[in-house]
C-alpha cells in the first residue's frame, strides 16, 4: 500500500499527526494508496517554508524563474506517460484523454506562463508637462490554490503557473480524492531545481486543512476551483480577512445548435461537449437545445453516436468513456437520472450503472444518458450534476433560445452551433456566460480570460488575468 506525503521545503514528508486517507481507483473500487490526512501543524510548517523562500524567488530575474518553470514544463513532458497512467488510475478517465488533454495542459500551461511573465509590461500614464505615472506589479507573497478532481494536473498547474511565475511561494491542496500526480509532480519540481518552500503541496480533506489554508492570515490570496457551495463558504469565511479570491465554479452549460450548422460536424462535436472525461468538466454542454426544423434528425444522430460509445477499463487504448471518479458521486448522478425520470424525462439512452467483467467488476461505471421531455425549470436543468448525463429539447426562436440558455443561476460556458455569421455574433453577445464557443467547444487559447458569471465563479484566470491577480499593483507619480 503507496503512502503518499507531503511536499514542504521541498522534502517529502509525513503528515504530523500521522493521520491518513483511503484512496480508491475509481475502475477497481480498490484502495490502492493512502494520503496524508493534513492538519493545522502541517500549514504552519509549510507557511514557514514559503514564507522564508518568498524573498529569494521574488528577488530573482524574470528570466530565471521563467529558466527553472521550462525545466518544470520539460521534466512534466519527459514523465508523461507515467503521469497519464496515474491519471487514468487515479481518476477513472480513459488514458488517451489523459495523455493527450490533461498531461499536455499541464506542461502547457507551465511553460505558458514562464514565457508570459517575461513578456508582462508595465503601464504608465503621462499628465501633460506635469508629471508622470507608472504602475508596479509586485508580487503578493503566499498564496494558496484549491484544485478539483475533474482534471488534476491541468488544473493544478492551471493555478500554480502563474502564482509562481509572478513570484509568488505557493501552498497548494489538490483534491484528496484525485491527488497522485500532484504527488508524483513533486518529484518532477525536485528534477527541474525548483527551490525549496517555494512550492508547498498539503493533502487532506476541505475541513482539515482546506479551510485552515483559507483563512490562515499570512496567505493573502485564493484561488479555488471546485464546488459553488465551497465557492460561497470561502466567500464567507475570508469576508473580513481581505483576502484577494479568484473563484471558478459551477456551470450548467447550454448548447444552441441551429438548423443551418454543419450537421455531421455539430453532432460529432455536441457528443464530446457532453461526455466528455464522463461529463465531469465544469465546461461540459449538459443542457442542449435544438432548433426544431431538424430535431428528430438531430436527436436520431445524436442519441446514435452516444450508444456507440465504448465504456471500458480506463487503461484500455480502445476505452472512450471511463468510470467516475467515485461511489458517491456515482451515487450522486444516478440519484439525478432517477429525479429526472420522476420529473417527466424520457431516457432515450444510458441511465443505469454498468457492470463491468474481470478487474474493473467493482467499478464505478454510468452509461452516458440523454434525456428529453424536461421543462427548463425542473431541478435536472437546474442543478450541476456533473457526470455523464445530458438533456436535450426544441426551440422555435432565437429570443427563446437565448431565454433557455440564460434560464439557470450558471453562467460559465455556452457553445453556439450556426452558419449565420450575424446570429453567432448575436447570440453570444446575449448569452450570460464567460465563454461562449461558436461551432467549436474546448478551444482554448492560453491568453484569453477564463471564468463565469453569476453563480459560476468571481474573477478571471489565464493570460494577463492571471498575472494581475497573482501581483499587487502601485502607482508611482513622478513630477516633472
Known sequence: MQ???????????????????????????????????????????????????????????LEKRAEILTKVADAIDGHSNELAKAEAIDNGKPFSLAKNVDIYRASANIRFFAQ???????????????????????????????SPWNLPLYLFTWKIAPALAAGNTVIAKPSEVTPMTAYLFTKICNEAGLPPGVLNILHGTGPSIGNPLTTHPKIKAISFTGGTSTGAHISRVTAGM???LSLELGGKNPTLVFADCDFEETVENVVRAAFANQGQICLCGSRIYIERPIYDKFKAAFVGKVKALKIGDPLEPSTQHGALVS???????????????????????????VTMKGRCRDGFFVEPTVIEGLDNNCRTNQEEIFGPVCTIMPFDSDEEAIELANGTQYGLASSVWTNDLKRAHRVAKE??????????????????PFGGVKSSGVGREGGLEALRFFTEPKNVCIKY
Open 116 to 146: 508570459a511573465i517575461t513578456q508582462f509590461s508595465s503601464e504608465s500614464h503621462a499628465m501633460g508637462n506635469e508629471a508622470i505615472n507608472y504602475t508596479l506589479r509586485d508580487p503578493i507573497g503566499i498564496v494558496g490554490c484549491i
Open 431 to 448: 448569452i450570460e456566460a464567460g465563454i461562449v464557443w461558436i461551432n467549436c467547444w474546448l478551444l482554448r487559447d492560453l491568453r484569453t
Open 3 to 61: 503512502k503518499l506525503k507531503n511536499y514542504i521545503n521541498g522534502e517529502l514528508v509525513e503528515p504530523q499527526l500521522g493521520q491518513y486517507i483511503d484512496n480508491v481507483e475509481p475502475a477497481t473500487g480498490q484502495i490502492y494508496s493512502q494520503i496524508p490526512d493534513s492538519t493545522v501543524e502541517d500549514l504552519e510548517q509549510a507557511v514557514a517554508a514559503a514564507e522564508n523562500a518568498q524573498p529569494a524567488w521574488a528577488a530573482l530575474s
Open 327 to 353: 461511489k458517491p458521486h456515482m451515487d450522486k448522478v444516478l440519484s439525478y437520472i432517477e429525479l429526472a425520470q420522476d420529473e417527466g424525462g424520457t431516457i432515450l439512452t444510458g441511465g443505469k450503472q
Open 242 to 244: 481581505f483576502k484577494k
